[in-house]
């Protein structure tokens, strides 16, 4: 059932570099690829999508990469902060259905 | 501007008692998740309703847990005879119908089971 492989499971940065987190999927019917932030105690929050009609977006610090043909995409946090640690979740929706990656926990060091 | 309500916020059951998570979904949404998060984890998906109907629930275990989304009302995350092992976030995420579709969530219910 785990449609969406997501890794890796915990990332450790210092500030100012750029962690990278990885999300695979397996079924072509999906269309959209949201980002969620979720910090402690909190429920997950939308951060950033893409559509697979384009192989980069960007939206302030934080940058999706899509790959079709691999059905791969990522999220890339360029100068994180130690406010960016949190858990971040990828998924894939389309077809009305939605699925999760299990989740990377990100810890960003001052 | 109402997002997805879940309630209560936090919940307390004995061993063996029930225990009733509501979500209420965005307005207009008729697509909704619940996920169950132990600490220090990741969401692991339960099941998936649409209005009337459970679409996935490949994720709920076979025995004590149960969901429905009715017509009218909340959806409902059920679980009987809860054990220690069901002490976890419960998050309900719903979504609009049609493509390009994202999820909205809950601030989740934390379940207590002592």
């Known amino acids: 059932q785990q449609q969406v492989k997501q890794s890796p499971q915990s990332l450790i940065v210092q500030k100012g570099g750029i962690p990278i987190i990885n999300c695979a999927y397996e079924?072509?019917?999906?269309?959209?690829f949201p980002w969620y932030q979720q910090f402690p105690g909190k429920g997950p929050a939308l951060l950033i999508a893409?559509?697979?009609?384009?192989s980069e977006k960007k939206e302030g610090r934080f940058t999706i990469s899509f790959n079709k043909s691999a059905k791969q995409f990522s999220l890339h946090i360029m100068d994180s902060q130690p406010g960016d640690s949190a858990t971040y979740f990828c998924a894939a929706s389309g077809n009305n259905d939605m699925r999760f990656g299990a989740g990377t926990r990100l810890t960003v060091k001052p | 501007n109402a997002g997805v309500m879940q309630n209560p916020r936090h919940l307390v059951r004995r061993r063996g008692q029930e225990a009733r998570l509501r979500c209420s979904p965005v307005?207009?949404?008729?697509?909704v998740y619940w996920y169950r998060q132990l600490p220090e984890e990741g969401l692991k998906f339960m099941v998936y309703l649409q209005k009337e109907n459970i679409i996935d629930e490949s994720g709920m275990p076979k025995e004590r847990f149960s969901a429905e989304f009715p017509k009218e009302g909340p959806s409902i995350l059920r679980i009987q005879q809860v054990v220690r092992g069901d002490s976890a976030a419960y998050f309900c995420?719903?979504?609009?119908?049609?493509?390009?579709?994202?999820?909205?969530f809950g601030q989740g219910t934390r379940l207590t089971v002592v």
């Open positions: 893409i559509r697979p009609d384009v």
């Open positions: 307005k207009g949404h008729s697509h």
């Open positions: 995420a719903s979504s609009p119908q049609g493509k390009h579709t994202e999820a909205f």
């Open positions: 079924n072509t019917a999906f269309d959209y």
